[in-house]
């Protein structure tokens, strides 16, 4: 009967050593909080793991509208600037976001459509995002290259 017993528990330990968190790894841009920016640094990337089978498109939105694991960084998106849908028109996904989106300006709505950018544009067949408030298009077709993301003061030459 102790055999049994220890037979099924090595079963059992070799059947849970693959019930972790399975999926493949994909980078989610953040901004680095102001208290933590040196330098240049202005966004720094988290991973997460989109799960087999999930949606990487919903996983990465899931992300972006959630806070950052690293308390050095913060969610570029207003509380209530999420993303609330989405359509992949041609190469372009097309976000729909809340109306807090339509208040960033400057520094932060910059880094936020790096943010979203960088972290959307991975993703096979995605080649730039546009943002609309309530069916108004506010930011349109921004790609990867649309973004310098070095020091061009200390790094002449790259890119």
Do not use: H
């Not at 950052?68 to 969610?75: K, S, T, V």
């Amino acid at each position: 009967m102790r055999r049994i017993a220890i037979l099924l528990c090595a079963l059992l330990l070799a059947l849970c050593a693959g019930c972790g968190e399975q999926g493949e790894a994909w980078d989610v841009c953040r901004a680095v909080a102001p208290a933590y920016r040196e330098g240049a640094e202005l966004v720094r990337f988290e991973s997460v793991t989109v799960p087999e089978g999930e949606s990487v498109i919903d996983a990465l939105i899931d992300a972006l509208n959630s806070p950052a694991a690293d308390p050095e960084l913060q969610n570029p998106l207003p509380g209530d600037g999420a993303i609330t849908g989405y359509e992949l028109s041609g190469t372009v996904l097309e976000l729909s976001a809340g109306e807090g989106y339509m208040s960033l300006a400057g520094l932060d709505k910059t880094l936020c459509d790096c943010c979203l950018v960088l972290t959307l544009c991975q993703i096979e067949g995605v080649e730039a995002i546009a943002v609309s408030v309530n069916g108004i298009t506010i930011t349109d077709n921004l790609g990867a290259g649309d973004f310098l993301t070095y020091d061009a003061a200390s790094a002449p030459g790259e890119g």
